[in-house]
């Protein structure tokens, strides 16, 4: 077994308040791995701690091989992430949004040129691509987004709520993408609070108030419980943890 994320303890504060509490987990190299939980349980804390870009409290941890704590350029290097909130500029058109990651990438132009032709093709982004990004539906954006984390190549992608305010329709087709992707090698690492998109991972890792109630496959997850359906399983175990939902 060979793993693409390693945590140990990990940990993050704020002053006084723990947003992350000694968690701990591992993720296999190829795998959809889920961080379900509800809004501010902590999730986009961790992930920004995994993706090189907050410093830990405590804890230990790596991706792709490199510390957290002393190889964050590499990190970076190594993978791809795509943010709750869009990172595209909206006075580009989708082509020099992707051009403008490319270059940060320090991708070569025959290369660049290659590449978004490939992702356009593979994510079906050419009716859109050469439009202003701030004229394209929400789902058209987030098609984006997730081309310009993947230009590069990445062996770990990091997706932090990728279909947040996606119809359900969008949100079943992003996924057919992301089960492509896994196919082909990579490690897909996603927050969701979405139910019936914790249940496309492998495995998913519930989170309450900065700690992790319980890690494993969704369907056993329910079949250990006895409940009915992951919704009820998330809400009984948080209700358990001391949430009043």
């Given at each position: 077994?060979?793993?693409?994320v390693?945590?140990d303890?990990?940990?993050?504060?704020?002053g006084?308040?723990t947003?992350?509490?000694?968690?701990?987990?591992?993720?296999?190299?190829?795998?959809?791995?889920?961080f379900?939980?509800?809004?501010?349980?902590?999730?986009?804390?961790a992930?920004?701690m995994?993706?090189?870009?907050l410093m830990?409290?405590?804890?230990?941890?790596?991706v792709?091989?490199?510390d957290?704590?002393?190889?964050?350029?590499?990190?970076k290097?190594?993978i791809?992430?795509?943010s709750?909130?869009?990172?595209?500029?909206?006075?580009?058109?989708?082509r020099?949004?992707?051009?403008?990651?490319?270059?940060?990438y320090?991708m070569?132009?025959?290369?660049?040129k290659?590449?978004?032709?490939?992702?356009?093709?593979?994510?079906?982004?050419s009716e859109?691509?050469d439009r202003?990004?701030?004229?394209?539906?929400t789902g058209?954006?987030?098609?984006l987004?997730?081309?310009?984390?993947?230009?590069?190549r990445?062996?770990?992608?990091?997706?932090?709520?990728?279909?947040?305010?996606?119809?359900p329709?969008?949100r079943?087709?992003?996924?057919?993408?992301?089960?492509?992707?896994?196919?082909d090698?990579?490690t897909?690492?996603?927050?969701?609070?979405?139910?019936?998109?914790a249940?496309?991972?492998?495995?998913?890792?519930?989170?309450?108030?900065?700690?992790i109630?319980?890690?494993?496959?969704p369907q056993e997850?329910?079949k250990?419980?006895n409940?009915?359906n992951?919704?009820?399983?998330?809400?009984?175990?948080?209700?358990?943890?001391g949430?009043d939902?």
């Open positions: 077994m060979e793993l693409a390693t945590i303890k990990l940990t993050k504060q704020f006084h308040f947003a992350v509490n000694e968690i701990s987990l591992n993720v296999e190299r190829g795998e959809i791995f889920g379900l939980g509800a809004n501010g349980a902590g999730k986009t804390t992930i920004r995994l993706c090189g870009l830990p409290t405590s804890g230990k941890g790596t792709n091989g490199f957290i704590y002393n190889e964050s350029e590499k990190i290097r190594s791809g992430y795509m709750q909130k869009f990172s595209l500029y909206r006075d580009l058109t989708g020099e949004n992707l051009q403008f990651y490319g270059s940060v320090q070569s132009n025959s290369d660049l290659k590449r978004i032709e490939e992702l356009s093709k593979n994510l079906d982004l859109f691509i202003l990004t701030e004229s394209l539906p058209w954006r987030q098609r987004s997730l081309a310009a984390s993947l230009l590069h990445p062996q770990i992608l990091f997706l932090d709520e990728p279909t947040g305010g996606v119809d329709v969008f079943r087709k992003f996924w057919e993408i992301l089960y492509r992707l896994a196919d090698g990579t897909l690492f996603v927050t969701t609070h979405y139910m019936d998109e249940e496309f991972c492998r495995r998913i890792s519930i989170m309450h108030q900065g700690q109630v319980e890690v494993g496959n997850l329910i250990k419980y409940e009915p992951l919704q009820e399983l998330f809400i009984n175990l948080i209700s358990k943890s949430s939902v």
